[in-house]
Structures are given as structure tokens and as C-alpha cells.
């Protein structure tokens, strides 16, 4: 078999794999949402060869995440990002962990968003909240971890609690430690804890190596008026 008939595959297997996943997001009405403190925004690029690459390489075209925190009744967004069209060392060149407000974040966002809500009653109690929030707070600045091969490889699970925080972050070692640190996620029932370093976006949003359900919805659309 010829690369260019591999290929074909590739794409054929990607478009039916895609749609399966973006049905299994788009099942639930469409609501408006009332962002909470502890809510997962997902994202999926609108570049179609990122999404084939992220599909080969996580099982999902979920490229990007964040998490909402809350302070002083304003809903920010806790991220961590590379860098973009600048050269690492140019004066506006913005990378590592950043925290934006939810609403300037998501407004001019081209990608397609979805959402993570937390269950009826399940959802962060101040306690909870207050230390989401000092978290955010105390990792901000932090630099991005620029080696993405490492990530595929790493079990998004471990036998040992793991670590508080961290030294660099990419954007989903950030949201999942977020979840650590906050009390959203701890010691599952086989006896296992999340390992953020292994955890990519697709494992917050599929549940299948790793599983929010226990206090998260299942992931839907997230639509912004612009």
C-alpha cells in the first residue's frame, strides 16, 4: 500500500471518528451558559491537520483546555499556553501560565468551544473555590513546557499522590492540577491518582483514560454572543 492510499485512510478515519465524537458532545439542548467556578473549557482548532494530528496522537481533536476560577464575584480563565507568532525572548511575546478574564478570553477565541459543567450539587463548595483561586494565583508566570512528545508517552495515572504544583505547565498538566489541588479529583476507585504530566486535553474531555464524571458533566458546546 502506497502512502498516498495510507493517507486516504487516515482522512477517512478521522471524518467518521471526528463527527462519532462531536455528536457524542452536541446531544444535550443547547442552554445558555452561567459560567461556575471549576468549569473545564475545552477547545478544538479549526485548523484541520492539527485536529488529524491531535486525533492520531490523543484519540480526540480536543487541542486546548482551561479552567474558570472566580474572584471578587468576576469569573476569570487559568491557562497556560506556548509561544505563538513571536520568537521566545521578543518583548510581546506572551507564554506560560496566564490568567485572562473568562469574557475577553473567549470573545474574539476562533476555535470551537466546549464546556464541562459540574453535576446538579456537585459543584465546588467556597472552600473549594478559595483554593482554586490561590492556586491560580501562585502559578501564574510560570513558563510552558515545550516538549509535547513527552505527554503521549506519560500514564495520565500514578500510584502515589501526586505533586502540588509544578515547575512549567502545558494546558492540561495546569487544568488537571488545578483539579488536585482544589479537591475535585483525588484517589479513583481502582486506587490510582491523576498524573497531570500525562494527561492531555482529549483525557479531559472523554473520560476514558482518566474520569471526571464523578462531578463533571459530559462535555457540550459552548456558544459565545459575540
Do not use: W
Amino acid at each position: 500500500m502506497n502512502l498516498k492510499k495510507v493517507f486516504v485512510l487516515i482522512i477517512i478515519s478521522f471524518v467518521f471518528t471526528h463527527n462519532a465524537y462531536a455528536q457524542k458532545f452536541t446531544r444535550s439542548v443547547r442552554q445558555t451558559y452561567i459560567p461556575q467556578a471549576g468549569d473545564i473549557i475545552l477547545f478544538q482548532t479549526p485548523r484541520p491537520e492539527k485536529r488529524i494530528i491531535t486525533r492520531l496522537a490523543t484519540g480526540a481533536s480536543i487541542t486546548h483546555s482551561a479552567i474558570v476560577f472566580e474572584e471578587n464575584g468576576e469569573k476569570f480563565l487559568l491557562y497556560a499556553i506556548g509561544h505563538k507568532n513571536n520568537k521566545a525572548g521578543d518583548e510581546d511575546d506572551e507564554s506560560g501560565v496566564i490568567i485572562e478574564s473568562l469574557k475577553d478570553a473567549l470573545l474574539n477565541e476562533p476555535d470551537r468551544l466546549f464546556v464541562r459543567t459540574f453535576k446538579k450539587g456537585k459543584g465546588l463548595t467556597s472552600k473549594e473555590s478559595k483554593k482554586l483561586t490561590e492556586f491560580a494565583h501562585s502559578q501564574l508566570g510560570k513558563p510552558f513546557f515545550e516538549d509535547p512528545g513527552v505527554i503521549v508517552i506519560t500514564s495520565p495515572t500514578r500510584f502515589t499522590p501526586p505533586p502540588q504544583e509544578y515547575k512549567n505547565y502545558f494546558c492540561s498538566k495546569l487544568v488537571s492540577t488545578a483539579c488536585i489541588v482544589a479537591g475535585i479529583v483525588g484517589k479513583d476507585s481502582r486506587g490510582t491518582y491523576i498524573n497531570p504530566s500525562g494527561v492531555t486535553p482529549a483525557d479531559l474531555a472523554t473520560d476514558q483514560r482518566i474520569n471526571l464524571s464523578r462531578r463533571y458533566n459530559t462535555p457540550v458546546p459552548l456558544h459565545i454572543n459575540k
